[in-house]
């Protein structure tokens, strides 16, 4: 049977160079003055393979045995001698990683100094040539007013916060931390943050979105999406009790909303328990909404399984 969930709700190109206004810090950040990651490993980048290096060495920091030369089939185009965003998001989502946005300078320095590196994507210019490059982000110094990147072939570049943001800037401060689904991202958002987890759902990758979810629900406890995404995964996983628990809770934190019920219903009926099946889906179908017709559909399909 095709189950019927209803799931939690231009491209360019860094081909990385070998060596406006700031974004701005609130008055108040609650970080250190200073801060640098001793633990994250260096992997000096081979022509035009800023992309692979970058990704390896956030990778390899959150617990994963990967070079560069793993991930080169996945997020480098020889054709287009760079590595595109969308590439990099996916290559860490297939090993199981949260791809999280870092669009900030604040939540930048949230991060470092929650000791997660954060990958970044800069527009170098020199007088002969402009080149996107991926480099990632170990350290700071705020009273020096300087960022410490691995970047390139040079381990521990420091770079000034100006001019390091004057970089950071051409492609709306795009920035990435790839964290270990147990593990919550300094400058987590639950909308974002539960739209990265999604990402691992795309992939099929089950038991890490589970984690995920469990982390997310730890902190948002009534955050619907976060229970839908957790029954969704548990239900892939085979685990039609631990999936009940979790749409049973997604109903009591939203109980005017019929996606739950749905789910639920699915569940049960799965359980065969046909007759608790019907009461729950009547429910969502009485509720109404956008989804009214998906209701209808799952209703029909228990009632099928009822009659056979």
């Given at each position: 049977?095709?189950?019927?969930?209803?799931?939690?709700?231009g491209?360019?190109?860094?081909?990385?160079?070998?060596?406006?206004?700031?974004?701005?810090l609130?008055?108040?950040?609650?970080?250190?003055?200073?801060?640098?990651?001793?633990?994250?490993?260096?992997?000096?980048?081979?022509?035009?393979?800023?992309?692979?290096?970058?990704?390896?060495?956030?990778?390899?920091?959150?617990?994963?045995k990967?070079?560069?030369?793993?991930?080169?089939p996945?997020?480098?185009?020889?054709?287009?001698?760079?590595?595109?965003?969308?590439?990099?998001?996916?290559?860490?989502?297939?090993?199981?990683?949260?791809?999280y946005?870092v669009?900030?300078?604040?939540?930048?320095?949230?991060?470092?100094?929650?000791?997660?590196?954060?990958?970044?994507l800069?527009?170098?210019?020199?007088?002969?040539?402009?080149?996107?490059h991926?480099?990632?982000v170990?350290?700071?110094?705020?009273?020096?007013?300087?960022?410490?990147?691995?970047?390139?072939?040079?381990?521990?570049?420091?770079?000034?916060?100006?001019?390091?943001?004057?970089?950071?800037?051409?492609?709306?401060?795009?920035?990435?931390?790839?964290?270990?689904?147990?593990?919550?991202?300094?400058?987590?958002?639950?909308?974002?943050?539960v739209?990265?987890v999604?990402?691992?759902?795309?992939?099929?990758r089950?038991?890490?979105?589970?984690?995920?979810?469990?982390?997310?629900?730890?902190?948002?406890?009534?955050?619907?999406?976060?229970?839908?995404?957790?029954?969704?995964?548990?239900?892939?996983?085979?685990?039609?009790?631990?999936a009940?628990?979790?749409?049973?809770?997604?109903?009591r934190?939203?109980?005017?909303?019929?996606?739950?019920?749905?789910?639920?219903?699915?569940?049960?009926?799965?359980?065969?328990?046909?007759?608790?099946?019907?009461?729950?889906?009547?429910?969502?179908?009485?509720?109404?909404?956008?989804?009214?017709?998906?209701?209808?559909?799952?209703?029909?399909?228990?009632?099928?399984?009822?009659n056979?």
């Amino acid at each position: 049977m095709g189950v019927r969930w209803i799931l939690a709700a231009g491209l360019w190109l860094a081909g990385c160079a070998t060596s406006p206004p700031p974004s701005g810090l609130p008055d108040s950040l609650d970080v250190s003055s200073r801060h640098e990651l001793t633990e994250v490993p260096f992997f000096p980048q081979r022509d035009y393979q800023c992309g692979p290096a970058s990704l390896a060495m956030t990778l390899a920091w959150s617990g994963l045995k990967v070079t560069p030369e793993d991930l080169k089939p996945q997020v480098y185009s020889a054709k287009r001698e760079g590595s595109l965003p969308p590439d990099m998001i996916a290559a860490a989502r297939r090993r199981g990683r949260i791809a999280y946005p870092v669009t900030s300078t604040a939540d930048l320095l949230r991060e470092v100094a929650a000791g997660h590196p954060v990958i970044v994507l800069q527009r170098l210019e020199s007088f002969w040539q402009t080149q996107w490059h991926y480099a990632v982000v170990i350290g700071y110094d705020l009273e020096r007013r300087e960022i410490v990147l691995h970047s390139g072939a040079e381990e521990r570049l420091a770079m000034a916060l100006d001019a390091f943001e004057q970089t950071w800037k051409p492609w709306g401060y795009w920035g990435l931390v790839t964290m270990d689904p147990r593990r919550l991202p300094a400058s987590a958002e639950p909308k974002k943050y539960v739209k990265a987890v999604l990402g691992l759902e795309r992939t099929q990758r089950w038991q890490e979105a589970e984690q995920a979810y469990s982390s997310a629900l730890a902190r948002w406890p009534h955050h619907l999406t976060a229970w839908i995404g957790l029954g969704n995964s548990r239900y892939a996983l085979g685990n039609l009790a631990g999936a009940e628990q979790a749409f049973r809770s997604a109903v009591r934190a939203k109980p005017d909303s019929g996606i739950p019920y749905n789910n639920l219903a699915h569940v049960l009926m799965e359980m065969n328990r046909t007759e608790e099946a019907l009461a729950v889906i009547r429910q969502a179908i009485r509720l109404g909404g956008p989804q009214i017709s998906v209701y209808k559909k799952t209703l029909a399909e228990i009632q099928r399984r009822r009659n056979s």
